[in-house]
């Protein structure tokens, strides 16, 4: 089946740097989403993208569907301690596959204040 | 507005038993997915119903799995003859239409003893 790999897998930052993550695939996806998880939580949307080379911001995240429609990136922007979490980004094929989404692995992310 | 709600949160059972995973999907919401999250890996699509649809049941990984979802809203999850594998938080996730934007329930977190 389709796989995600996202990376990086973990990241250790300063409060105020920058965070970034990506997640490719080997096959194309028509939707690319990237969700936040935090302990004991379901993920919570935050950016869906559409359009291969649309780039989108939600604040201080920013995420692009990469041309070739296997790859995404996020971007977090003056990280906070609240930006703590695991970051997934996640991918619907369309066509008979549609509203199944392939997960990455996640990114898990801790803000040192 | 109320969001997803899924019940028990917890469920520890003994192996061999059945058990019964509840899922309430945001009120209008006329898609419902199960996926299933093992500990520290991403989501794992299981199960999608559209509307009046037949459900898409290719994600579920044997017979022991099933579900139902009764008068277009309420979705019930089962698992015959529970294994430790089957181990995992499951979650729900709803959707308004064929809109692939899905948002997630807290999770059942189920342990297999």
């Known amino acids: 089946g389709q796989q995600l790999n996202q990376s990086p897998q973990s990241m250790f930052i300063q409060e105020g740097e920058d965070v970034s993550m990506n997640c490719t695939s080997s096959?194309?996806?028509?939707?690319w989403l990237w969700y936040k998880q935090d302990p004991g939580e379901g993920p919570v949307l935050l950016i869906a993208?559409?359009?291969?080379?649309e780039l989108t911001s939600n604040g201080r995240l920013t995420a692009q569907f990469g041309i070739t429609r296997k790859d995404s990136f996020l971007n977090i922007s003056a990280s906070i301690p609240s930006d703590v979490g695991i970051y997934f980004c996640a991918g619907d094929a369309g066509g008979t596959s549609y509203g199944k989404l392939t997960f990455g692995q996640g990114t898990i992310l801790t803000v040192h204040p | 507005g109320a969001g997803v709600s899924q019940s028990p949160s917890n469920k520890v059972t003994e192996k061999g038993k059945d058990v019964e995973l509840r899922c309430d999907p945001i009120s209008g919401h006329t898609a419902l997915y199960w996926y299933r999250q093992s500990l520290g890996q991403g989501l794992e699509f299981l199960i999608y119903f559209q509307g009046n649809s037949a459900p898409d049941k290719s994600g579920l990984p044997s017979d022991r799995f099933s579900a139902e979802r009764t008068g277009g809203s309420v979705s019930t999850l089962t698992i015959q003859r529970t294994q430790q594998e089957d181990s995992a938080v499951y979650l729900c996730a709803s959707s308004q239409g064929r809109n692939n934007e899905q948002f997630f329930g807290p999770g059942t977190r189920l342990t297999v003893l």
């Open positions: 993208l559409y359009k291969a080379g």
């Open positions: 096959s194309i996806f028509n939707t």
